[in-house]
């Protein structure tokens, strides 16, 4: 597996994100006065809340799914897609947080790249066993 510094890196960004992601949550909470462990208030905070726990949920599919493509596909291929995800989780935050009606360009962005490198990943490991 050649190039598998940029997996890394991707993937260190993709962490770096959600853990942003989790800060302006925090930012939202305090802002409207919301304590913990409510998961509802104000309209901004649930926003954030949301935009951040998608984006959560999404991870334990994309991070697998990047290794997955890196080690039986191409690890550069692989990092292009992966920043492809990253670059679109930031554009779902950012229409989620300002219209949650609007955020089908990123999700649909990011679904496309992910399920490219899990089911790029899945077929790369059945041709290896072939």
């Known amino acids: 597996m ?11 960004l993709a962490l770096l994100q959600a853990f942003i992601f989790a800060f302006l949550v925090g930012k939202e909470r305090v802002n409207h006065e919301i304590a913990a462990p409510a998961i509802s208030g104000a309209p901004e905070f649930d926003r954030a809340f949301r935009a951040h726990q998608n984006t959560v949920e999404q ?34 935050r950012e229409a989620y ?6 955020r089908s360009a990123g999700f649909s962005i990011g679904a ?5 490198l899990l089911i790029g990943g899945m077929a790369g490991a ?3 066993l072939l």
């Open 97 to 102: 947080v300002r219209d949650p009606a609007k």
């Open 59 to 92: 991870l334990v599919i994309f991070v697998p799914a990047l290794w997955m493509f890196a080690h039986f596909v191409r690890a550069d291929i692989a990092a292009g897609i992966g920043l492809v995800f990253v670059i679109s989780r930031h554009i779902y």
């Open 112 to 116: 496309l790249a992910m399920m490219t």
């Open 2 to 12: 050649e190039n598998v510094e940029y997996v890394a890196i991707v993937t260190g």
């Open 126 to 128: 059945v041709m290896n």
